[in-house]
């Protein structure tokens, strides 16, 4: 698909380009919601969340640290596996 744009005026062509804009957000954000879709039918599918999917192993979330060393804040503990010294 070809458009002259050659002989439109200025004004007619920030008209467009304003136009393009909101048409280009719109189909943007309409793709988006169509992939999200996509991937949450696979999730349910296959039972895996998308991080597990791509990441190719079980993702693991990461525990909050219950315990601080008071001398030194760098030093945490989970509370899990062996208590340190």
Excluded at 12 to 31: A, D, G, P
Excluded at 70 to 80: M, V
Aim: charged content about 30%.
């Amino acid at each position: 698909m070809s458009i002259d744009l050659s002989n439109l005026s200025f004004e007619e062509l920030q008209n467009i380009q304003k136009e393009l804009q909101v048409q280009f957000k719109t189909r943007q954000s309409q793709n988006l919601k169509e992939a999200r879709a996509a991937i949450k039918a696979v999730e349910a599918k296959y039972g895996y969340t998308a991080e597990e999917i791509l990441a190719g192993k079980k993702v693991i979330n990461a525990v909050e640290a219950k315990y601080r060393n008071p001398e030194n804040n760098e030093e945490t503990w989970t509370g899990r596996g062996k208590k340190p010294k």
